[in-house]
Every structure is written in structure tokens, then in C-alpha cells.
């Protein structure tokens, strides 16, 4: 059995400079929370129209006096619906993460 020594690959990248350190706590990130919870309230809208849009009944009479109701499904519509759907949850859920980042996020003290 050879035993080769293996490459890590460390020798590939440069070594990391110090810099400046990011900072989370940034107070604009709640304007920018207001903002995707005013999409997403858009979107919710939007979704629920698409979905109501997308569903019709047909209701039929006949010779003998019954009623036939069906229901029609446009499909496009019902995707578009769910797709805006989804789109408004990912953007509430960015919203309370930008909040949070704008709330609790601080730096601390460096230790003595």
C-alpha cells in the first residue's frame, strides 16, 4: 500500500486578511421589513383574487326540472394563486427576519 500524502486544498486560497467586521445591527433593515410585509399583504390579496378568479360554477337546468352543478377550474389562474401565495409567505418570513436583525442584533463589548 502506497501512502501519498493527500492535498487539502489550503494551500489554494490566499490567506484572509483582517478587515472590518460586518455589522448586523443596521436600524434601516426595519424599514425594509415594513416594506415585504406591505408586498406580502399585496401578494396575499392578489392570491386570493387569482384563486376566486379561478374557480367558476356552472349550474344547468334540465327538461326535468334538476339542477346540475358543476365547478370549473382554470388552472393558470389557481397556480398563479398558490405561486403568490408563496411568495408572500418567503417575504413575511424575511420581514421578521430583517426585524429581528434590526432589533436584537448589537455588538458587544470586546472582551479584556
Known sequence: MIDLPQ???AELWPPEEAGPQAR??????TLV???EVV????AGWAAYALWHGGLA??????DDGAVLESH???GGMLAA???LGTVAAILLVDAVRQLLLAVRARHRAPKA
Open 57 to 62: 360554477v356552472v349550474v344547468t337546468r334540465t
Open 39 to 42: 408586498l406580502a399583504v399585496g
Open 33 to 35: 421589513a415594513v416594506l
Open 7 to 9: 492535498p487539502t486544498g
Open 24 to 29: 448586523l445591527h443596521k436600524p434601516w433593515r
Open 81 to 83: 394563486a398558490i405561486g
Open 72 to 74: 370549473r377550474y382554470f
